[in-house]
């Protein structure tokens, strides 16, 4: 079944679906396969790879939707900030003031540059059974900017909450912003039938602060790209936010709001529900636990939600798929799910 049209009709019940963020990560036995004669950056931006490692947890755990391996950084690296990988992401250069923002310079042509995500795309969709959906993704302009700032998003990023007062993160969405709409319009024309816009950093900001100064971003970036492919869906997930953020967003271009594992999913369906899709948020972390602990936090996740408008919901973790998460454990909740989720 996909995400958002064709559930699963059986028995006269109908079931929820289920993707994982990173569910095409390290904890699997075929992603390490396919690293073990490759490197991140390669599997990318090679359109084969890319779509290789997609395939390996829809043809191994059945989940509802397949999301584009990529990486969420490629914007900063397309601004010539010298993006690298070892093991993870190390920029060339900070903005750490004004001045840096003068030395960013676009690599060429973005349609150029986000070719390999569409031909990536283009693959999947190809390959990808017509009753599961194709997720694209890409950075939230906040936590690409905290990015740009700090080197990565954890902390209290006070440099980049400096940089919404003194300039640097205006001139950078000026900068960011083109490049930004085309990898999200390349990801849709290759076939994608929804675009994840993460936001891991928007949490680090008080609310006035996510109000004034990101919202404005967010609703800009949605409302271009939905003029331009109004049938594509938009999902935007946001980490460590609470309910008066969310409530706060009132963007009619966004179709599905990502929420974590902090926040209770029930009042998120029932005051969130009637203008968004809600997905999540099991919490990642317990997916390590003997699968008896698993099961019974499935079990009480679903409990929790009766008597909510579940044609509402897409079952997810409250971020992505940990490292080293037993698989098997992976495996047994899609299963548990499709069979026990349905209403």
Not at 130 to 139: A, E, H, I, N, R
Not at 332 to 340: C, E, G, L
Request: hydrophobic fraction near 40%; charge should be negative; aromatic fraction near 12%.
């Amino acid at each position: 079944m996909g995400l958002f049209h064709k559930r699963d009709q059986s028995n006269s019940t109908t079931g929820v679906p289920v993707w994982f963020m990173r569910q095409a990560g390290r904890y699997h036995d075929h992603y390490q396969g396919i690293k073990a004669g490759s490197d991140f950056m390669s599997m990318c931006k090679t359109p084969q790879l890319a779509h290789d490692v997609t395939m390996g947890p829809i043809d191994e755990f059945d989940f509802d939707a397949a999301i584009l391996f990529s990486d969420l950084l490629f914007p900063l690296e397309y601004l010539g900030m010298g993006l690298v990988y070892n093991p993870g992401p190390i920029l060339g250069m900070k903005i750490s003031d004004m001045s840096a923002i003068f030395e960013l310079k676009p690599q060429g042509n973005p349609e150029d540059f986000y070719k390999f995500q569409k031909d990536a795309t283009k693959l999947l969709r190809a390959s990808l059974p017509q009753d599961k959906s194709l997720l694209g993704f890409v950075g939230a302009p906040w936590t690409l900017y905290a990015y740009a700032v700090e080197g990565g998003h954890a902390g209290n990023l006070i440099d980049a909450k400096k940089g919404l007062y003194d300039g640097r993160w205006t001139q950078f969405l000026e900068r960011l912003m083109p490049g930004l709409l085309t990898e999200m319009i390349l990801q849709a024309e290759g076939g994608a039938d929804a675009v994840c816009i993460f936001d891991t950093a928007a949490g680090e900001l008080d609310r006035f602060h996510y109000e004034k100064y990101i919202l404005p971003a967010l609703r800009k970036q949605c409302m271009d790209f939905k003029r331009l492919h109004p049938e594509t869906k938009i999902i935007y997930y946001s980490k460590h936010t609470h309910m008066d953020y969310l409530k706060a967003i009132e963007c009619e271009a966004i179709d599905v709001l990502g929420i974590d594992w902090r926040m209770d999913l029930p009042t998120a369906l029932r005051e969130l529900g009637s203008q968004y899709m809600i997905q999540g948020n099991f919490d990642p972390s317990l997916l390590h636990l003997e699968w008896q602990h698993v099961e019974a936090g499935l079990e009480r996740l679903w409990k929790s939600v009766q008597g909510q408008d579940l044609s509402r919901w897409i079952m997810g973790l409250g971020h992505g798929v940990l490292p080293l998460t037993p698989q098997e454990n992976v495996k047994k909740a899609v299963q548990y799910i499709h069979k026990n989720f349905r209403y």
